[in-house]
Nanobody
Framework: QVQLVESGGGLVQAGGSLRLSCAAS????????MGWYRQAPGKQRELVAR???????NYEDSVKGRFTISRDNFKNTLYLQMNILKPEDTAVYYC?????????WGKGTLVTVSS
């Protein structure tokens, strides 16, 4: 099992930046893939970015070129650097880990982007 705790959310003006962190309760070195999802009010949860244990990444189209996902296996932490934020990025952001068929979620951190 692994517990995930997100941090770094908050209120930011459009065009600003935030860095989200997701601290894992154990080593993430062998975790197959980790990702960030978001859920805006009234919408379904969607994948924002994902990174595999080998470092392969993929992004949702609307965040490409603005967001960067990374993982620090020594600090057991996943990051999401978010630049040029837009009001439509407002959502609760969730950390996710896929570990040999099991899926784990954090409780989320709220990001609010004002126009």
């Amino acid at each position: 099992q692994v517990q995930l705790v997100e941090s770094g959310g908050g209120l930011v003006q459009a065009g600003g930046s935030l860095r989200l962190s997701c601290a894992a309760s154990r080593s993430i070195f062998s975790i197959n893939a980790m990702g960030w999802y978001r859920q805006a009010p009234g919408k379904q949860r969607e994948l924002v970015a994902r990174i595999t244990s080998g470092g392969r990444t993929n992004y949702e189209d609307s965040v490409k070129g603005r967001f960067t996902i990374s993982r620090d296996n020594f600090k057991n932490t996943l990051y999401l650097q978010m630049n040029i934020l837009k009001p439509e990025d407002t959502a609760v952001y969730y950390c996710n880990a896929e570990d040999y068929g099991r899926v784990y979620w954090g409780k989320g951190t709220l990001v609010t982007v004002s126009s």
